[in-house]
């Protein structure tokens, strides 16, 4: 049985049905039986099931895409933050003894209540949610397994992605969304992470990790350009202050991403041509 998480129930729970159907990437829907207390709602009837076909361990998370009428999609990532290779699936039906909502036998009318048939909406009418679940201890307790962080930042060094010191503080979600992020943008070239604080809405600037400024910026103050997603274009300034180096002038960029607190944005290093900027906003988790 796994929980799912609470700001997505907030706002999607009432949409759900008794039955949740997961499609994973080799196009196979799995059927599993949701349990619902108040406000809590766990996947239940068949979700072991889908955790052993999938050989899913503790520490893998897993992105859930939401559409309708209580369709996901889902993503599998294993402990070194990479997606699983899924098993091969030809399509098909299930047979009645051999159903996915666990290994109990279902009554007629719960068959009849879920039939494979259902089919998961085009890509164009899943609404704009996701939520993420790590995969709790064998034992089934609520504790959450947390990404060590020293894991976290070698999984990101592998993607050539440098972080600062205060990433040791980021919490197990945040540590969660920046994988997510990572898989998201797939950045080429060297490139740093930040995770927005109020101060660096406040103050439009964020420090670029040490590490990162020595190796691939100038040791002097220069104006340089970012580059949005659409193309957009803006001047930013580096400076070094007490050995530390800060990107500023960012008000405005910040301002047109409607950025937020918890906002994950990964600078791309551009060869002669400043940064990409990429931004992972709070709300595609909300």
Same mark, same amino acid.
């Given at each position: 049985?796994?929980?799912?998480p609470?700001?997505? #129930?907030?706002?999607?729970?009432?949409?759900?049905?008794?039955?949740?159907?997961?499609?994973?990437?080799?196009g196979?829907?799995? &059927?599993?039986?949701?349990?619902?207390?108040?406000?809590?709602?766990?996947?239940?009837v068949?979700?072991?099931?889908?955790?052993? $076909? &999938?050989?899913?361990?503790?520490g $893998?998370?897993?992105?859930?895409? %939401?559409?309708?009428?209580?369709n996901?999609?889902?993503?599998?990532?294993?402990?070194?933050?990479?997606?699983?290779? %899924?098993?091969y699936?030809?399509g098909?039906?299930?047979?009645?003894?051999?159903?996915?909502?666990?290994?109990?036998?279902?009554k007629?009318?719960?068959? @009849?209540?879920?039939?494979?048939?259902?089919?998961?909406?085009?890509?164009?009418?899943?609404?704009?949610?996701v939520?993420? #679940?790590?995969?709790?201890?064998?034992?089934?307790?609520?504790?959450?397994?947390?990404? @060590?962080?020293?894991?976290?930042?070698?999984?990101?060094? @592998?993607?050539?992605i440098?972080?600062?010191r205060?990433?040791?503080?980021?919490?197990?979600?945040?540590?969660?969304?920046?994988i997510?992020a990572?898989?998201?943008?797939?950045?080429?070239?060297?490139?740093?992470?930040?995770?927005?604080?109020?101060?660096?809405?406040?103050?439009?600037?964020?420090?670029?990790?040490?590490?990162?400024?020595?190796?691939? +910026?100038?040791?002097?103050?220069?104006?340089?350009? +970012?580059?949005d997603? @659409?193309?957009s274009?803006?001047?930013?300034?580096?400076?070094?202050?007490?050995?530390?180096?800060? *990107?500023?002038?960012?008000?405005?960029?910040?301002?047109?991403?409607?950025?937020?607190?918890?906002?994950?944005?990964?600078?791309? +290093?551009?060869? *002669?041509k400043?940064?990409?900027?990429?931004?992972?906003?709070?709300?595609?988790?909300?």
């Open positions: 049985m796994q929980r799912i609470e700001k997505f #129930v907030r706002k999607f729970g009432d949409e759900l049905s008794d039955v949740a159907k997961l499609r994973v990437p080799n196979r829907v799995w &059927h599993v039986r949701l349990t619902k207390d108040g406000n809590k709602i766990w996947f239940h068949g979700w072991n099931d889908f955790v052993k $076909y &999938h050989s899913i361990c503790v $893998y998370f897993l992105v859930f895409k %939401y559409g309708k009428n209580s996901f999609d889902v993503l599998i990532f294993d402990t070194t933050a990479c997606e699983i290779q %899924y098993p699936y030809c098909g039906g299930l047979k009645n003894d051999e159903n996915n909502l666990g290994s109990k036998r279902c007629v009318e719960e068959l @009849d209540e879920i039939k494979t048939s259902d089919a998961i909406g085009d890509e164009s009418e899943f609404k704009k949610a939520c993420k #679940v790590e995969i709790s201890s064998s034992d089934e307790q609520n504790e959450r397994i947390k990404f @060590d962080i020293l894991d976290l930042v070698a999984v990101l060094k @592998d993607f050539g440098t972080v600062g205060k990433f040791r503080f980021i919490s197990a979600e945040e540590k969660e969304r920046a997510t990572v898989k998201l943008f797939k950045p080429k070239n060297p490139s740093f992470m930040v995770i927005l604080r109020s101060d660096n809405l406040q103050k439009g600037r964020v420090i670029v990790p040490t590490k990162f400024a020595k190796k691939c +910026l100038s040791s002097d103050s220069k104006w340089i350009k +970012l580059q997603s @659409d193309g274009e803006w001047s930013v300034l580096t400076m070094w202050y007490r050995k530390s180096c800060y *990107m500023r002038s960012l008000r405005g960029l910040l301002r047109k991403k409607n950025s937020d607190v918890g906002d994950i944005c990964i600078f791309e +290093l551009m060869r *002669m400043g940064f990409k900027v990429s931004v992972f906003s709070t709300s595609s988790t909300e």
